[in-house]
């Protein structure tokens, strides 16, 4: 094809659909996908529907999209791993490869790391998008390109959970908010061997699917009282639910590693209180960034707190090893699937929770250009 028609986004709730053009040239060291599907993020929405997230805003048109899986159509002389029509997963964000943390092998934390739909840089939502060859991981066989897709929001979890939190065989995990990101944390852990797999979130619905789809024991959160603080909310509700799913401070009943995949302040507060003695939490929901927690437990206990960012090195390659040893099924999270013409529905479905029909959105792939949404 010859034309690389783009979804972008122009400005607040402001999208359309631009002509590109076409990158002619790549350098020796990378290669052009022919990206066929691409997810739709929490992030995307958030641009879309505010403009920026943090220090990040967008002030010129930009290409949204950066959870995608293509087709190689061009390779440079350098790249040896993959060949022409190669069904790979890309990883969105390249580096400079010279800093300390890349070379480190930390290379989300590279100050210069230009990444897909992250203003200022051009996203995936494209017929196609160049890349740096070593960004791009080779499907096996028996996966789809909408697996490869949702490599991206995997490598999230894997990051956060065996990264991060060092989560052991026949250990105790609690994840706050059964959104994608916190469906796959819980996958992950599953993957890794969990003993016990909590789940909380305030959508019943939610709960359920965590239930069938990992085994999660689930957990609604009480129902704040007017007369309370935050604080003293999430006290009352960590011992709730400690007293309700026979969690202990230590021990096999206790938890080893919570995540925090809402955002929302009382749930990394309720996450601290609940997690166990020695214990680990990561905090991979973005919120507001101004809350209130208490420390007392965090250093009674010496809980070490961390905050999780994308994916580095090893986490794209565990995470396809992951879905094609069939040890996490991607499949039952693809809840909507749509046309590229049809982005911006998909966009708005995201938003709501819910497309037209009622039926609630987990994860929303779009197909790219001329390709339809019941080719896997």
Do not use: W
């Not at 046309?339 to 609630?360: L, M, P, V, W, Y």
Request: hydrophobic content about 40%; overall charge neutral; proline content about 6%.
């Amino acid at each position: 094809m010859s034309n690389n028609p783009s979804f972008v986004l122009r400005s607040i709730e402001d999208v359309a659909y631009e002509e590109r053009s076409v990158p002619e040239h790549i350098s020796d060291t990378e290669v052009l996908v022919a990206i066929k599907k691409t997810g739709i993020c929490g992030s995307d929405v958030h641009y879309y529907v505010h403009g920026k997230i943090g220090d990040f805003i967008v002030k010129e048109p930009m290409v949204l999209g950066h959870e995608s899986a293509g087709v190689i159509t061009k390779v440079g002389a350098k790249v040896k791993h993959v060949k022409v029509g190669d069904k790979v997963a890309v990883e969105p964000g390249s580096t400079c490869r010279v800093c300390e943390f890349c070379k480190s092998g930390k290379y989300n934390l590279c100050p210069d790391i230009v990444f897909a739909a992250t203003p200022p840089y051009d996203g995936t939502l494209a017929r196609y998008y160049r890349v740096l060859g070593d960004l791009t991981y080779p499907l096996p066989e028996h996966l789809t390109l909408e697996d490869g897709a949702m490599m991206e929001p995997l490598s999230v979890g894997v990051h956060s959970v065996s990264n991060l939190g060092n989560f052991k065989f026949g250990q105790n995990i609690a994840v706050f908010g059964c959104g994608p990101v916190g469906l796959l944390c819980m996958a992950v852990a599953k993957a890794l061997g969990a003993n016990k797999i909590f789940a909380a979130d305030i959508v019943p619905s939610r709960l359920e699917f965590a239930k069938s789809y990992v085994g999660a024991i689930p957990y609604q959160p009480l129902s704040p009282s007017t007369d309370e603080s935050k604080l003293q909310y999430s006290k009352r509700n960590a011992e709730n639910m400690k007293k309700t799913l026979g969690i202990e401070e230590r021990g096999a009943n206790a938890i080893d590693l919570a995540i925090d995949a809402s955002g929302a302040e009382v749930s990394i507060q309720t996450a601290l209180y609940i997690v166990g003695t020695g214990g680990t939490m990561v905090q991979v929901g973005m919120g507001n960034p101004n809350i209130q927690i208490d420390l007392a437990p965090m250093m009674t206990k010496e809980v070490s707190f961390k905050g999780s960012f994308r994916y580095t090195h090893g986490d794209y390659p565990l995470a396809i090893s992951l879905v094609a040893q069939g040890k996490v099924d991607l499949k039952p999270l693809v809840t909507h699937r749509y046309n590229f013409n049809d982005a911006i529905a998909a966009f708005k479905a995201t938003r709501a929770g819910k497309s037209e029909d009622g039926k609630d959105v987990i994860k929303a792939i779009i197909s790219g250009p001329d390709v339809s949404p019941n080719d896997p």
